[in-house]
């Protein structure tokens, strides 16, 4: 195992030709290095497959670059630009907000502030070692009045501080505001944790250079125009204000009482500012004082969180803006990297439609940076597409599920299986970003999630953490068996679905999934909808797709959310209150649960999942009717089907759909087989438990199993489900002499023809 010295990822997803693609590099080694352009089409390095397949091509971008070690701003936050120093007063002010505090204990954390920190300059507001503190600093001296009463956890408190420079007094106080709702505990809890107190002799403040930050602190002067803020706070906050006065023990109550004070006011940041029945899908922070000074987010803290005043009376909080005023913010939130760019390259127009990937290597480091190249925009090479579950890759992305999850080796069913990526990941989590099946540091889960970062999990040769291929180097499986058998295909990808719809997937006669496309937006489901009721094909070659609810940033296209509660399997649930997306204002969790259950579109949907082994299908009396004969053509009677295979030793495994009428399968489905020969570690997923109780594990439970089903829709479309994420990689068995890869033959060749496509 060696450590990883060079990565880089790239600003989009996808590219057209004539379409421009920057990457970004960073290394932690001085001198040189390559780049070079790769065309990718098998990653499984399994000694029973076809190994690693990769083509070099020619291009503009080929040679080397010098190498520079980039650093990455972690850790979400509010920054206001205050070029005129408005809000570093040279004499009395004072600043108040709401405050709920999710790690008070940790370290030194930066609620409000305009302070640098390498010269003791300006003003902050923070809590330190579980205790509020406001600080003043002259660059050589500093003085702070700090709470003698610890803050509790997720308990919301008012909060005022001023500095009286006529006195030069420093003062604080903090109150517990806590309701029914709102906090850890409700009013049973006869909570102690209020203070007032005051310091003398305070030196006044110096204008520090640095913007005014909320929930961290600047470590210096901009550097080249980029502060960079060390300290974050952890925790939400609501409606922060700064004042050109003195503030009083008045002005305190009357912030309790929602009445608060405006005399003085030089700015008002009303997080809910902007709220509507779209969300608020900006990273503007609106000043509503009137004096304009608006503010911007950085690497996407939590927006649409309940605020101090939540009466858990309204859920939705479109409906409740005034409840909502809350931001809840991470050290450890990313939304882009943000470095340098090293390189871009111009698609070139002769270079054709699939997944390719820049490869860096410097000193026996290297790394693949992966891209899809689409047709040119609008139209098609190819009777067949292959759609990539880009959202789902990003879902994914840099995920720690075994290392971390308490859980997460139990629903495997299998011993952690690391190599160097995970190590890096481990050590160095909070550069690389997390998935939204982690935890941010403050128990929160992860709710969005960024593609402009290295992410090593996407990369061509990585085996998941329970040691076997997931996501994009499972999706390959399906390429190599594309380009071993001489098919014309295009590519798209979740993203370039987003943004064109049906009119995309209507370019072609057949369109074909990746493995596993469990994560996606409202407009994807439509467009798959409108593809097949219009004479499309679909080739539904995973399982558990249509899943979980996301939502794209409007401003932010790298950026997704999904917001996971009530039921379903999940790493983290949603708190109450905060199920509604801050990107589109829609209800998150399974579209099951919006009337959208995925067997609707595929014929079959989520029903169980294991990682110990994988089992195989067996035909079911279906098989037999003369309209699907053509799928089993070139098979003995009742031959097990792919009882092989390089994920998991067989094509049903790991996780599973079923055919199931009452969850909305077509009344024509044919159910062709069903799966056998599944382990105790599967079990049946959530949804489908009303009560638990024993005999919901393979091979005690109906519900275990994976359906090959196939129906036909009108304008002579149709849809082949293999409803099993193991699949794919049982196509290259045997050299690809096998039953799996003969089906995907017969439903390929008879999809992709200029005519109907047989009806049932």
Same mark, same amino acid.
Not at 78 to 87: G, M, T, V, Y
Not at 232 to 237: D, Q, T, Y
Not at 375 to 403: H, V
């Given at each position: ?39 990718? @089409? ?29 650093? /990455? ?6 920054? @206001? ?8 007063? +040279? ?13 008070? $204990? ?6 409000? =502030? ?13 809590? +330190? ?17 700090? #709470? ?19 006195? #030069? ?50 470590? !210096? ?48 940041? #009303? ?17 509503? #004082? ?52 090293? %390189? ?31 047709? =040119? ?56 970003? *997390?998935? /939204? ?30 040691? !076997? ?6 999706? *390959? ?72 609810? @996301? !939502? ?61 082994? $994988? ?63 599944? $382990? ?26 994976? +359906? ?5 829709? =009108? ?5 082949? $489900? ?28 008879? %999809?992709?023809?200029?005519?109907? =496509?047989?009806?049932?």
């Amino acid at each position: 195992m060696s450590n990883i010295t060079i990565r880089g990822y790239c600003d989009t997803p996808s590219v057209a030709p004539g379409e421009v693609i920057t990457f970004h590099v960073s290394s932690d080694l001085p001198g040189q290095y390559e780049a070079k352009l790769v065309r990718l @089409i098998h990653g499984d390095t399994n000694p029973r497959g076809p190994g690693f397949k990769e083509i070099l091509l020619d291009s503009t971008i080929d040679g080397t670059y010098p190498a520079t070690n980039q650093r /990455t701003q972690s850790g979400g936050f509010i920054e @206001i630009s205050d070029p005129s120093a408005s809000l570093a007063p +040279d004499g009395d002010f004072g600043v108040q907000l709401f405050l709920w505090s999710t790690t008070p $204990s940790k370290h030194r954390q930066g609620v409000l =502030a305009r302070w640098t920190d390498d010269d003791h300059r300006g003003w902050a507001l923070t809590v +330190d070692d579980g205790h509020l503190t406001f600080t003043v600093g002259d660059g050589t001296q500093q003085s702070s009045v700090r #709470s003698d009463m610890p803050l509790f956890a997720e308990a919301w408190y008012a909060v005022t501080a001023s500095f009286d420079a006529t006195r #030069s007094v420093l003062s604080l106080r903090q109150s517990p505001v806590v309701n029914r709702v709102n906090s850890i505990f409700g009013p049973v809890f006869p909570i102690k944790s209020s203070f007032a107190g005051e310091v003398h002799d305070a030196a006044p403040p110096a204008p520090a250079e640095a913007p005014v930050l909320i929930a961290g602190l600047a470590e !210096s002067a901009p550097d080249h125009g980029r502060t960079w803020v060390k300290d974050h706070f952890n925790g939400k906050v609501d409606s922060p204000r700064i004042f050109g006065r003195i503030l009083t023990e008045s002005d305190h109550s009357s912030l309790i009482d929602d009445r608060p004070s405006s005399g003085a006011l030089l700015a008002h940041w #009303s997080f809910a500012e902007g709220i509507g029945i779209g969300g608020i899908p900006t990273d503007r922070v609106g000043d509503v #004082s009137g004096h304009g000074r608006h503010g911007r987010c950085v690497n996407q803290p939590d927006r649409a969180m309940t605020g101090w005043n939540w009466k858990g009376k309204e859920e939705n909080f479109v409906h409740a803006p005034e409840e909502y005023g809350a931001i809840w913010f991470h050290e450890d939130s990313l939304d882009d990297c943000r470095w340098k760019p090293a %390189f871009s390259l111009t698609i070139p127009e002769e270079l054709r439609s699939g997944v390719y990937a820049v490869k860096v290597s410097q000193l026996g480091g290297e790394d693949y940076i992966p891209f899809f190249v689409t047709p =040119a925009r609008g139209t098609a090479t190819a009777k067949i597409l292959l759609l990539f579950p880009t959202c789902s890759y990003m879902a994914y992305a840099n995920g720690q599920i075994m290392q971390n999850a308490d859980a997460g080796q139990a629903v495997a069913g299998h011993v952690p299986v690391l190599d160097e990526r995970d190590i890096e990941l481990h050590e160095r989590y909070k550069e690389y970003g *997390l998935s /939204t099946y982690d935890y941010h540091v403050d128990g929160r889960g992860v709710g969005y999630s960024t593609w402009r970062r290295p992410i090593l999990n996407m990369r061509p040769t990585h085996r998941q953490e329970f040691g !076997s291929l997931w996501q994009f180097p499972a999706d *390959l499986h399906l390429v190599d068996w594309l380009e071993t058998h001489g098919y014309d295909y295009d590519v798209a990808t979740d993203h370039d679905l987003c943004r064109e719809g049906a009119d995309l997937l209507g370019r072609y006669n057949v369109v074909m999934t990746g493995s596993h496309a469990e994560y996606s937006t409202w407009e994807m489901e439509d467009a798959w909808e409108d593809y097949l009721s219009a004479g499309g094909r679909g080739m539904y070659l995973g399982s558990n797709a249509l899943y979980w609810i @996301i !939502s794209m940033h409007p401003e932010k296209p790298w950026l997704l959310e999904v917001r996971k509660g009530e039921t379903g399997a999940k790493a983290w649930q949603a708190r109450p209150g905060e199920l509604y997306h801050s990107t589109s204002g829609e209800r998150g969790g399974l579209w099951r649960n919006r009337a959208r259950a995925p067997q609707k579109i595929w014929g079959t949907g989520f029903t169980s999942f294991g990682f110990d082994h $994988s089992g195989y299908f067996v035909p079911m009396p279906d098989s037999k009717d003369a309209e699907v004969s053509w799928i089993f053509e070139g098979f003995a009677e009742d031959e097990r089907i792919g009882d092989f295979g390089l994920v998991g030793g067989g094509a049903a495994g790991y996780e599973l759909d079923r055919y199931d009428l009452s969850l909305g399968t077509p009344p024509n489905t044919r159910l062709l087989a069903s799966s056998y020969g599944h $382990s105790e570690n599967y079990t049946v997923v959530p949804e489908d438990m009303m009560f638990p109780h024993p005999g919901l594990n393979g091979g005690e439970s109906s519900l275990v199993r994976a +359906d090959i089903t196939y129906f036909s829709t =009108a304008n002579g479309g149709a849809m082949f $489900s293999s409803s099993s994420i193991s699949w794919l990689g049982s196509l290259s068995w045997n050299d690809h002499e096998n039953n799996v890869s003969q089906m995907m033959h017969n439903v390929l060749r008879q %999809f992709e023809k200029d005519e109907p =496509a047989p009806t049932v």
